[in-house]
């Protein structure tokens, strides 16, 4: 591959035109072989050094599409990760992309928890161990579940949540055998689901 033209996109991305062919942009971080400073006009580049140059602009090309999605909503690595191999991309070039995005803080596996959990309470009356498990099944490791959690409970009371689940099982009718089992489900421990109980006998 022979460099027609290399142009700084912005910080740490570049543009380059080759001699043939449409121009393509990527991450100089994600380089393997060569460094920016090998890189200039009219440079004659070895079918290696062009075989790491097109897959930093793939990694690159991830990177922008996992970027789409962030805009969009909160996501766990797991998820995000699923996402793109959906869309055909390659597991160990995804990788290199959410490495990237994790190491400047725009995909964060807590931040997401809390959103998830901010947004799923709107709808849903659930206990800690309900939902450190929905969070487990989306990928969110132990530590950043269990701080995301902590800071979750810390603002809403879970016996008062609870409570709030206990009433709506009443609506329907249920016998206290049936409340309970209900209550469980919904990952309330046994401590908080005996205290509502005996609140309304």
């Known amino acids: 591959m022979v460099i027609s033209q290399i142009m700084q ?16 942009f990527l991450r100089t971080s994600y380089l393997n072989r060569l460094k920016e400073e090998d890189l200039f006009s009219g440079a004659e580049i070895s079918d290696e050094d062009s075989a790491d140059l097109l897959e930093a602009a793939l990694v690159y090309g991830v990177e922008k ?12 690595r797991f998820t995000l990760s699923q996402k793109l191999i959906k869309k055909g991309m390659d597991k160990s070039v995804i990788n290199r992309a959410l490495d990237y995005l994790e190491s400047v803080n725009y995909l964060n596996d807590e931040r997401f928890a809390g959103a998830w959990l901010r947004s799923r309470s709107i709808d849903h009356a659930e206990g800690r161990i309900r939902l450190a498990a929905e969070l487990s099944a989306r ?10 959690l902590d800071e979750f409970f810390g603002d809403h009371d879970e016996l008062e949540i609870c409570r709030k689940a206990f009433r ?3 609506i329907s009718r249920k016998t206290e055998e049936k409340i309970r ?3 469980a489900q919904k990952g309330f421990s046994l401590k908080f689901i005996d205290i509502v109980v005996k609140e309304n006998i």
């Open 65 to 76: 599409a996992a970027m789409s999605y962030l805009a969009r909503a909160e996501h766990s």
């Open 181 to 183: 089992m209900t209550l």
């Open 139 to 148: 990928g969110v490791d132990k530590t950043s579940a269990k701080k995301a």
């Open 9 to 24: 996109a912005y910080s740490g991305v570049i543009e380059i035109t080759p001699g043939e062919g449409p121009a393509f």
């Open 168 to 170: 709506k099982a009443q």
